[in-house]
């Protein structure tokens, strides 16, 4: 399984800063995607990253998808209380190891005070 | 509201009980997942089927045994279950094609071993 490092494990920020988690990898992966979880809750997929420098946009959130696609980044703009959970970064091996095995990162718990 | 059901919620059990834990959707998707995951931690991949046979078994013991009797259903088996089991189950399912194709998850079956 290829290894994804995501950082920082834990975030704890006021309502209406900014932050940003990252997921690097000395591996490319042929696609990336991000992941929401709430607590008593399952992961909620939020965007998927296929082409390398790829930046997409929802809402406050920004993801980008590295030129070399070995790395990722989540941008959040002005936090929210609703933005607390744990996120997830999770790549998708290049053929032919497109098994179904998702090469999950460890996770950083956001948490945002209001 | 999650489009995979998982029952049920929250599971407690001894350790020479026999339960199972039940998973559905309607997507119409072919691939199904189960994963065990701790707390403010990734997914760890269990099982996959795909077209209702079993594609991976990450040399889960086996305790767990999965069924998968429909493309609608997914059945975990459990017997005779350790304490360190104890955790959220959660089943996954996607289109067929690899690990390219978003995964949707259920909110998952907490499971405590006593």
């Known amino acids: 399984t290829q290894l994804l490092e995501q950082s920082p494990q834990f975030l704890s920020i006021q309502e209406g800063e900014n932050l940003t988690v990252y997921c690097n990898s000395s591996?490319?992966?042929?696609?990336l995607q991000w992941y929401r979880q709430e607590p008593g809750e399952g992961p909620v997929l939020l965007v998927t990253?296929?082409?390398?420098?790829e930046v997409k946009k929802l809402k406050r959130l920004t993801f980008q998808f590295g030129d070399a696609r070995k790395d990722s980044s989540l941008h959040i703009t002005a936090a929210q209380p609703g933005d607390t959970g744990l996120y997830l970064c999770?790549?998708?091996?290049?053929?032919?190891?497109?098994?179904?095995?998702?090469?999950f990162g460890a996770g950083t718990t956001v948490t945002v005070r209001a | 509201d999650t489009e995979v059901t998982q029952t049920p919620k929250h599971l407690v059990m001894g350790m020479t009980n026999k339960k199972s834990l039940k998973c559905e959707q309607h997507m119409g998707h072919r691939a199904m997942y189960w994963y065990k995951q701790k707390a403010k931690k990734p997914p760890e991949l269990m099982f996959v089927y795909s077209y209702e046979k079993l594609s991976i078994n990450e040399s889960v013991p086996s305790r767990f045994s999965p069924e998968c009797p429909n493309s609608s259903l997914l059945n975990l088996h459990l017997h005779a279950l350790q304490p360190e089991d104890s955790a959220l189950y959660l089943c996954a399912s996607s289109q067929v094609g690899g690990s390219n194709q978003p995964q949707h998850f259920g909110d998952g079956t907490r499971l405590s071993i006593l």
């Open positions: 999770a790549g998708a091996p290049p053929p032919p190891k497109d098994d179904y095995k998702l090469s």
């Open positions: 591996s490319v992966f042929s696609s």
């Open positions: 990253v296929v082409t390398g420098g």
